[in-house]
């Protein structure tokens, strides 16, 4: 039989039915209903204060003034529906930035305005809420998730010792206060399997980030690819790198002979030692998602990836963007 949402007229004679002892099967069938939609709502409509809470007491007048403030409920707009801060949710979701950023971002470009002021989690739930009924703003978010997921932690991989290594036990106690320019983290980027990678360089204080593509994972590749990205970077901003164990950083002393660095190396299994440069890695993917043919990715999408980065508002920079808080440097001038 085809659905149609109860009234007043049926919670009246489901309320009298109910006190005269009678069961949901012969509600339902008194009234040309499913049993389960008369149990539903026994239980959903029930009198909140009912003394006998094992047996469900139901009301007419009760009932019908819950069912219709649930309904109400249901048809509330949210905030985000409205313009323009919705629109400028959007368009901050099409910059890929995340819902955090772009509240950061509200409270600075419209500091004295409450109708712009919402908070990330409404705007999660929005998008959440959406999805479900068939939109696609989700794929803006970095993780892509129509809901909400539990993670689950992956599993170490084995990793071998650089000869000659310095470990980072021995970097200067500055570059962990982040109290300088110059100081970096570097890591690589992998597609599918022998396809192709990325090298990524992120500078510790301001989240400046060089994104370069590789064609292969071989040591020389990598430091000739990294000494032409950093010697783009003023020499007061070459002081240190914080590298993983990974075989491509094998020719680090050709890197520190060229760019006037020192390198020093995590802790095998301890991502959080480069937190930053993980953290940045992490954002790449929603350009290169994990498994992509790295040697199809041309160098122009690699530095448009980059620009984005560089250009989105951190939440650790007082939502300025990496490339704001280098420009604000003496003789500094980098382009987006």
């Not at 006998?52 to 009301?59: G, I, N």
């Not at 192709?196 to 064609?215: I, P």
């Not at 190396?265 to 937190?275: I, K, Q, S, T, V």
Request: a positive charge; charged letters at 30%.
């Amino acid at each position: 039989m085809p659905y149609t949402q109860l009234n007043d007229q049926d919670r009246y004679v489901i309320s009298h039915m109910h006190m005269a002892g009678f069961k949901p099967t012969e509600i339902a069938a008194k009234l040309g209903r499913h049993r389960s939609t008369i149990g539903r709502e026994l239980k959903r409509n029930r009198c909140p204060h009912c003394p006998y809470p094992h047996s469900p007491h139901y009301l007419f007048d009760t009932a019908q003034r819950l069912a219709r403030e649930r309904r109400d409920q249901a048809n509330r707009r949210y905030k985000l529906d409205n313009l323009p801060v919705g629109q400028y949710v959007c368009a901050g979701l099409e910059q890929r930035w995340s819902p955090q950023q772009i509240v950061g971002r509200l409270h600075l470009d419209y500091a004295d305005d409450a109708s712009m002021d919402v908070t990330h989690e409404t705007i999660y739930q929005w998008i959440y809420r959406r999805s479900a009924l068939g939109d696609t703003l989700h794929l803006q978010l970095r993780r892509r998730q129509p809901r909400r997921r539990r993670r689950i932690p992956g599993k170490r991989s084995l990793r071998g010792q650089i000869p000659g290594r310095i470990g980072i036990e021995m970097r200067p106690a500055i570059v962990g206060h982040r109290a300088r320019f110059g100081d970096w983290e570097s890591d690589t980027v992998e597609g599918a399997k022998g396809r192709g990678l990325l090298a990524t360089h992120l500078e510790r204080r301001s989240r400046y980030l060089l994104v370069r593509k590789l064609d292969n994972k071989r040591a020389d590749t990598f430091s000739r690819v990294s000494i032409s990205a950093l010697t783009t970077m003023p020499a007061k901003l070459r002081r240190t790198m914080t590298a993983d164990n990974g075989k491509e950083f094998a020719a680090f002393a050709r890197m520190e002979s060229q760019l006037k660095l020192r390198v020093y190396f995590a802790n095998p299994h301890a991502p959080w030692e480069r937190g930053a440069n993980e953290n940045a890695n992490g954002l790449l993917r929603d350009y290169f998602p994990k498994g992509i043919d790295m040697r199809r990715v041309s160098h122009h999408q690699v530095a448009r990836a980059q620009t984005m980065l560089n250009n989105r508002p951190r939440k650790c920079l007082n939502y300025r963007t990496p490339l704001e808080v280098l420009n604000a440097l003496p003789g500094v001038a980098l382009r987006n």
